[in-house]
């Protein structure tokens, strides 16, 4: 076993490994070498779309950029122009092809500009056909299955003239031991597993992610102990659906016990997970938050909507009073406990009853923040089939409705906190200089006035005012 390979254990001249993580660091160096060659076109720009797993996907293809030697820059006029793309709204689509458009007429001054696009997009048949058709200009695509590949692909884009195209249709291989060039130094997420099972009916990522598969426990908790030693000190669990993780190992470990095991990395400090599917959520893992130390009192629970037969169509199977009896559970257990949602509107069939069913959870359930969302008609998905899709002026109008319960729930319900003092993670300055942000552990913004300093470092704020979304407050320290 390896955490990584240094250029001197590789021997470019020789056979090509067969072991993936090796293969990968092989490509590694035979890219460098090309690098090396003609260093003039040396700066690349990464562009991530979508969710925290891609963001953490695209940690390791900057990683490998890194190591071969380009230089990140925050422009598309940089001699390598990388998407990682997301797919689960339409939108997301557009401003892929939008910003397309626009390297093209870039590529025209600069021929030698390479343009990849990579990621959840690109698992779908018919995204690939156009951009094997109408956008020749593209150099490399692969999808979400072989992104452990990226460096041989790359090697093969960097010394072919044709445009490259490898997509799987699906995999049960986990890559460990990657490089990985972390968007922060003191937190980090962390895959726990990867796909889903569940076929929400309105949802495309089991399409294009595939089927769930889990990390084994020690993996994860090596991953999380290499990254204390680096500095960090809260890690983020990611998976479509953490409360099945382990289901599908050889030996089963539950979510729960998952927790424990990262719990015990000395020098953690904060533990939060994400996402939790309302059907799985276990009594285990509710007693295991209410007792640890580590893990923080915030959980995400999509419920999508408030209609019972809203959420059948929907295939979530859970009702209205099943959603909203958990939440009377959790509070019990966890009273402090800060709760944010995912929710859809104008799923196809949606009548106003239908919706003021979700305005009366949301008046119920006390959610911090809820994530709303347009119902998006995804191609290959049970719901585009579905007769009464609603028609657009009704849903904006809906979508504004559900916009203004949830600021105003929010404001209410985030206000419980102002007047206390909260630990509070530095993170980064904001646009006003000298207030920095900061995250208590409910997740929740704080801007006050710091030090540079003082970034990944936990200090005691105190909540002076609720902005809605965000808190004004003011250092007190030590914890009064
Ligand atoms: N349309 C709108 N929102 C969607 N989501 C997933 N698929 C769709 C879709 N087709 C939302 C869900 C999910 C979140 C990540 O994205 O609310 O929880
Ligand atoms: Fe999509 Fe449902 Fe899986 Fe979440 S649980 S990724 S909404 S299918």
Redesign the pocket.
Known sequence: MFNRLESEEINIAGEIPKEDTARQYFYIEKCKELYRKDPSHNTYCLTTFG?QMNEKQSEVIAGIMDEIGYRRIETEDADIVIYNTCT??ENANLKVYGRLGLLHNMKKQKKEKKIILFGCMMQEEHVVNKIRNDYRFVDLVFGTHNIYRFAELFYHMMTGEQQVIEIWEGTDKIVEDLPAERNYDFKSGVNIMFGCNNFCS???VPYVRGRERSREPEAIVEEVTRLVKDGVTEVMLLGQNVNSYGKTLENPVSFAELLEKVEAVQGLKRIRFMTSHPKDLSDELIAYMAKSKKVCHHLHL?M?SGSSRILKEMNRRYDKEKYLSLVEKIRKAIPDISLTT???VGFPGETEEDFLETIDVVNKAGFDTAFT????K?TGTPAAKMENQIPEAVVKERFQRLLSTVQEKGREISSRFVGTVQEVLVETESKDPGIFTGRTQYNLLVHFPATPDLEGKYVNVHLDECKGFYYLGTRVDPLQ
Request: charged letters at 20%; proline letters at 6%; hydrophobic letters at 40%.
């Open positions: 969710c689960v709204r309105y949802c495309i999509p999508q995912d929710i859809i969302f347009i119902y998006s995804r």
